[in-house]
């Protein structure tokens, strides 16, 4: 177990180092020089050589990605070249709005998809197991920035109930805060859910055949407490599976949805930063974006073998 | 084809996906309207107003804007499917025939590229070479090739442990060739799905990009687009939001609903 868990770690730190060298040489070849942007079509090529330097710009590029990377280390993410402020300041307000935009949408999703999966395999083939499979096929089907814009149409601008976008800050009050994310992280489970359901569907249904179920319905345990009890959280596996290999998607979503609702969050923020030209910011996004969808990954791995003990005997 | 026409989702996900192919060929020679024309006097009409859709806030008839756009965005999604299937497919099959370290570097390789969105891959290209339909069809590609190295790898890999295979080794047939021969032709069903699923995965894609700003430039209409236009203007003529969204979700939903249709219909399991 401990050899397997620091095969796995290492493997997770070379991607990282791949991923973070891949997203600096792509950001580098980018047009324009961040010196001469940050100082305007004005200055003097005295300056711009003298800013140049400050920046390291002079470096050849080995030794910039190195400085970066211990930088990254360091928690010291360099200096936004428009906002003028650390990134990693930058980087930690904005998250403030995506990670509970995210992690509100991901309970939503789930709290959607397992009910709904787990009554479908139930009544498999009937009415309600029609339902569900339509209802997954509908959203995984829509586009969440899409259901962002219905919503605001029928919450905001027709009834008057939600706020049309913007974020008031956590300053203003937690529900304040909490009913600005509502109505994004509506449109972004949406489509998470459609496939959770189908996913958990799935899997209760594999599982309600296999042999412990049937012994704990022969012990003479009711419908309902074989299938929550003893079919579910065996269900849950592939569950969590798909919400890590998703997670990229919850990702792209919150970029998109993000700009529908006007959130600071670090999606806009990434956006903001290529229309500005910002590659510091963007560079360290992107590599933070990436990270996070790596280490989901592995955390999933992991629950994997801590859930499922046969999983840990084959790995050995 | 009797087992064909016994499978509803199938029969529905066929006709919404002839459909849409039907509107957007229809598109490259005809429109009711020339779909970049402004008429601002005709401006934020409402549905059957004027034209069947209504006109957006440049008095563009918005059914002629949505025909073309069927067109640009399954044009740009299909090609970026096809460089995804084919690069992906031959990189998983070579794998499959070499195995050893290759297979350790690609798998890697697949992991990489996954870490980043699609999103911000086609914002980093976007910002390298400038947004367009080139960017959209390299960053969704691009996205989409892991997923046919690990699919087609795996099916390989089956295929390499069949009896016939095995025969053929030891007849001394060259590696490439049975691969071309029968690891390839053994494994299309599965990439077929695949290509149908990942292309309404690419339209969904796409329209996020066009959404951005990062997909085709105007005056060219896109679904994506037409749906950032329109969030000017939701109070007014909230319609304008309704249809580009109804046309990537239809379009999306029939592709789905044709490929798990295949899936069934494929599935050598089933054939008993």
């Known amino acids: 177990m401990i050899s397997l868990l620091i095969r796995r770690i290492l493997s997770l730190a070379v991607t990282l180092l791949i991923v973070s060298l891949l997203i600096f040489t792509v950001m580098d070849l980018l047009p324009g020089d961040p010196a001469a942007i940050m100082l305007g079509t004005s200055a003097s090529p005295e300056t711009l050589a003298a800013l140049q330097k400050q920046l390291g710009l002079d470096q050849p590029l080995p030794v910039r990605y190195l400085a970066w990377l211990a930088g990254v280390f360091r928690g010291d993410l360099g200096q936004s070249y428009t906002y003028g402020v650390p990134v990693a300041g930058l980087i930690a307000e904005r998250l403030a709005v995506t990670l509970p935009l995210a992690l509100i949408a991901i309970v939503l999703s789930v709290a959607i998809a397992i009910p709904l999966g787990v009554q479908a395999a139930r009544k498999h083939n009937g009415v309600f197991d029609f339902a569900a499979g339509l209802f997954s096929y509908i959203s995984i089907a829509v586009p969440a920035f899409w259901v962002g814009l219905l919503l605001i149409i029928l919450f905001s601008t027709m009834l008057g109930w939600m706020p049309a976008g913007g974020f008031p800050g956590w300053d203003a009050g937690f529900l304040a805060g909490l009913k600005a994310l509502i109505l994004p992280a509506v449109a972004l489970a949406l489509p998470q859910a459609g496939v959770l359901t189908r996913v958990a569907r799935a899997a209760v249904l594999e599982v309600m055949n296999e042999d412990f179920v049937r012994t704990a319905r022969a012990k003479g345990v009711s419908d309902g407490v074989a299938i929550w009890r003893h079919a579910v959280p065996n269900a849950l596996v592939p569950v969590f599976t798909m919400l890590g290999l998703q997670f990229t998607f919850l990702i792209a979503g919150a970029v998109l949805v993000e700009n529908v609702f006007n959130l600071p969050g670090l999606g806009r923020l990434a956006y903001q930063a290529l229309s500005q030209r910002d590659i510091i910011v963007m560079q360290d996004v992107v590599l933070f974006f990436s990270a996070l969808v790596i280490l989901m990954n592995f955390l999933v791995d992991l629950a994997y073998l801590v859930v499922d003990p046969r999983l840990r005997a084959g790995a050995q | ?272």
């Open chain 2, 1 to 272: 084809m009797r087992k064909a026409l016994r499978r509803p989702v199938f029969l529905i996900g066929l006709a919404i996906t002839l459909a849409l192919f039907a509107v957007a060929l229809v598109a490259i020679v005809w429109t009711p309207f020339p779909p970049t024309k402004m008429n601002i006097v005709q401006k934020l009409k409402a549905p059957l107003d004027f034209g069947l859709l209504g006109t957006d806030q440049f008095g563009r008839d918005v059914a002629s804007m949505l025909m073309v756009g069927a067109w640009n965005s399954l044009s740009t999604s299909i090609l970026a499917v096809l460089l995804g299937a084919s690069i992906g497919t031959a990189t998983g099959v070579i794998v499959a025939m070499r195995r050893g370290w290759l297979e350790l570097v690609v798998m890697r390789g697949c992991d990489i590229v996954f870490a980043v969105p699609p999103i911000l891959s086609a914002m980093m290209l976007g910002a390298f070479i400038g947004s367009g339909r080139f960017t959209a069809i390299i960053a969704i590609g691009v996205f989409m090739v892991p997923v046919f190295a690990r699919l087609s790898l795996g099916a390989a890999l089956q295929i390499w442990t069949r009896d016939y295979v095995t025969a053929a080794v030891s007849m001394g047939r060259p590696k490439a060739k049975i691969t071309l021969v029968h690891v390839l032709p053994n494994i299309s069903n599965q990439i077929i799905v695949q290509v149908t699923i990942q292309l309404g995965l690419a339209i969904l894609t796409e329209a996020g990009l066009s959404f951005l700003g990062l997909g085709m430039p105007p005056p060219t209409p896109t679904w994506g687009r037409m749906l950032a236009d329109a969030q000017t203007f939701l109070g007014q003529a909230p319609w304008l939001a309704l249809m580009p969204g109804l046309a990537i979700a239809l379009a999306v939903l029939g592709l789905n609903m044709l490929g798990d249709g295949l899936r069934d219909l494929l599935d050598p399991r089933d054939n008993s």
